[in-house]
């Protein structure tokens, strides 16, 4: 059964580091984009981050840009979200999907048909 499962959330300290997971199983995610997206209490999902099969071009929404990085694991079958300098305003499920007919990356989370249950993070003093 194909399956996106999400790991690595957790409760951090503002200005503090979390490196999340994709990792996808019964089905290759290297040949698709990818996009990492979140939603906090009371508002709509986001876009936080994307990339490309093709080119692992990447894009980022501007209020994570320079803090966020995404990246791949071809042996791992995963894809990444290194997350430095964490801000209260940061705390929300996050999610990652994809869309085994797109290769592109878009932050539009209508892109994208087939998701993970998420994962916590939580960024408190």
């Known amino acids: 059964q194909a399956r996106l499962v999400e790991s690595g959330g957790g409760l951090v300290q503002p200005g503090g580091s979390l490196r999340l997971s994709c990792a996808a199983s019964?089905?290759?995610?290297?040949?698709?984009?990818v996009g990492w997206f979140r939603q906090a209490p009371g508002r709509e999902r986001e876009g936080v981050a994307c990339i490309s099969y093709s080119d692992d071009r990447t894009n980022y929404a501007d209020v994570v840009k320079g803090r966020f990085t995404i990246s791949r694991s071809i042996a791992k079958n995963a894809v990444y979200l290194q997350m430095n300098s964490l801000k209260p305003e940061d705390t929300a499920v996050y999610y990652c999907?994809?869309?085994?007919?797109?290769?592109?990356?878009?932050?539009?989370?209508?892109?994208?048909?087939?998701w993970g249950q998420g994962t916590q993070v939580t960024v408190s003093s």
């Open positions: 999907a994809t869309n085994t007919a797109y290769a592109g990356c878009d932050l539009g989370d209508a892109t994208y048909n087939f």
């Open positions: 019964g089905f290759s995610l290297q040949t698709y984009g």
